[in-house]
C-alpha cells in the first residue's frame, strides 16, 4: 500500500510539474 501511494504521490507532483511548465 506504501509502495501505491508513493507512487500516486510521484505521478501527482509530476502531473503538477507539467502543468506548471505548461503554463509557462
Given at each position: 500500500m506504501?509502495?501505491?501511494?508513493?507512487?500516486f504521490?510521484?505521478d501527482?507532483?509530476?502531473e503538477?510539474?507539467?502543468?506548471?511548465c505548461?503554463?509557462?
Open positions: 506504501t509502495k501505491y501511494t508513493q507512487k504521490k510521484l501527482l507532483i509530476q503538477y510539474l507539467d502543468t506548471g505548461s503554463q509557462r
